[in-house]
Nanobody, 115 residues
Framework: QVQLVESGGGLVQAGGSLRLSCATSRRTFTINYMAWYRQAPGKQRELVATITSSGSTDYADSVKGRFTISGDNAKNSVYLQMNSLKVEDTAVYYC?????????WGQGTQVTVSS
């Protein structure tokens, strides 16, 4: 079992920045990969960024060049640095973790970008 706790969401103006954090209850190097997803009102949940246990990263086209995912194995945490935020980035952001045979979700944190 893996527990994930997100923090760092909030209200920010367009063009601003936020940093989301996800603390895990399991040593991150035992997890295959971690990811950030988001879900806007009335829309399906979408993948934003992933980071593997070896540190490889990948991003949705909509956030490339603006968002950065990173991990800190010593703190069992994963982060999402979000820069140049747009109104369309408004959503609930979820941390997720994939271990062998299992997939876990955090409770989500709201990010609201105002114009």
């Amino acid at each position: 079992q893996v527990q994930l706790v997100e923090s760092g969401g909030g209200l920010v103006q367009a063009g601003g920045s936020l940093r989301l954090s996800c603390a895990t209850s399991r040593r991150t190097f035992t997890i295959n990969y971690m990811a950030w997803y988001r879900q806007a009102p009335g829309k399906q949940r979408e993948l934003v960024a992933t980071i593997t246990s070896s540190g490889s990263t990948d991003y949705a086209d909509s956030v490339k060049g603006r968002f950065t995912i990173s991990g800190d194995n010593a703190k069992n945490s994963v982060y999402l640095q979000m820069n140049s935020l747009k109104v369309e980035d408004t959503a609930v952001y979820y941390c997720a973790a994939a271990a062998i045979g299992s997939f876990y979700w955090g409770q989500g944190t709201q990010v609201t970008v105002s114009s």
